[in-house]
């Protein structure tokens, strides 16, 4: 399994268009082959800071999916980003 996670932060004031934007991306994310979770949010405290949550079953099915990645756009809105991917060898529970 493969776990992208992370931080972007952007203009608290354009956080929430920017994240209204992603919609279409997060139900392709949700409906491609191999996706087991996708999620971009709000973070609670920090009004300028989203949340990257992904879940993939495979490195194939993740750059099967991934294209091109955010549209330019989008990308001039981001003032930082600290995302990571995570390759993990077993699941359970806590």
Do not use: K
């Amino acid at each position: 399994m493969i776990i992208i996670a992370g931080t972007l932060h952007v203009d608290p004031a354009d956080r929430d268009a920017y994240l209204a934007g992603c919609q279409e991306v997060i139900r392709a994310a949700r409906s491609a082959p191999g996706c087991l979770d996708f999620t971009l949010g709000a973070d609670l405290v920090d009004p300028g800071r989203i949340n990257i949550h992904e879940r993939w079953e495979s490195e194939a099915d993740l750059l099967r999916f991934r294209g091109s990645g955010p549209s330019s756009e989008q990308t001039t809105q981001i003032r930082d980003a600290q995302v990571w991917r995570y390759e993990v060898s077993s699941v359970g529970p806590p």
